[in-house]
């Protein structure tokens, strides 16, 4: 065929294509936009279904501190003892990880301490008993719930504390912090703490310490002691622990 017909073929059907395009632009348009949902949906569903899975396989230990004889700090206002507090904020932060799938276990869930008899060395045994609940749940964090105290009034705001040199801590700490940052009752923008603590000591669990706000300021015992408060910061909880063991797994 001589190249001036060839050439006259190919401008022929590319008339009829385009005429075959302005013709069924619609249908076209509609069964790409289809296609496009299908392929988001199926993403969708598998990151949904990974996740899941992912989820199911979680467990977090969650430690209210103290309880018995050692009730902790107390309010300045109510006098309500810290060890009642960091119950109410563990039994609120266990439902928020049940919601999501993923599994609790605590290690205190009445207000008796750990440590049997009250007699002579029983904080040693309190946090003994802690540890071993720990390594008896080999799980995927430690979150250890307490409330702060400072001599001065206007010292408020959660802080989380972690154990130098601990990697997998300070991250887990860097991603509570900053969900704990993001509520709209945070005094400033505070930075995780270095902590040498038993609890974050006794394990090689990714451990931290969150102390929910300070007893010793009325501002903050109001919101402690605020039931849709402690709902929200167990939100803010679970969003900064998801987000450190979803990266963690995937290798952010
Ligand atoms: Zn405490």
Not at 102 to 109: D, E, H, L, N
Not at 139 to 160: C, D, E
Not at 221 to 235: G, T, V
Request: aromatic letters at 10%; charged letters at 20%.
């Amino acid at each position: 065929m001589p190249i001036c017909d060839i050439y006259f073929c190919c401008v022929i059907h590319f008339t009829m294509f385009k005429r075959f395009l302005m013709k069924y632009r619609n249908v076209i348009f509609a069964l790409a936009l289809a296609v496009l949902i299908a392929l988001s949906a199926g993403a969708c569903f598998f990151a949904l279904s990974l996740n899941t899975a992912q989820a199911q396989r979680l467990t977090v230990l969650l430690d209210a501190g103290h309880g018995g004889v050692d009730g902790g700090v107390t309010g300045v206002k109510t006098g309500v003892k810290e060890s009642d507090v960091n119950l109410l904020f563990c039994r609120e932060i266990q439902r928020a990880f049940e919601e999501n799938g993923i599994k609790v276990v605590q290690t205190r869930m009445s207000e008796n301490g750990l440590y049997g008899a009250a007699t002579s060395g029983y904080k040693r045994r309190d946090m003994q008993k802690r540890a071993q609940i720990i390594h008896d749940t080999a799980p995927s964090v430690v979150l250890s719930v307490h409330q702060n105290s400072y001599p001065i009034p206007t010292r408020r705001g959660a802080q989380v504390f972690f154990r130098e040199g601990a990697e997998q801590s300070k991250l887990l700490a860097h991603h509570l912090q900053k969900a704990l940052n993001g509520m709209p009752e945070r005094v400033r923008e505070f930075s995780p703490l270095v902590g040498d603590y038993y609890i974050l000591n006794c394990s090689e669990y990714p451990s931290v310490i969150i102390e929910c706000g300070f007893l010793t300021s009325p501002e903050d015992e109001a919101l402690l002691l605020s039931e849709e408060y402690r709902k929200r910061f167990s939100k803010a909880v679970v969003d900064g622990v998801l987000t450190f063991l979803f990266s963690s797994a995937s290798g952010g």
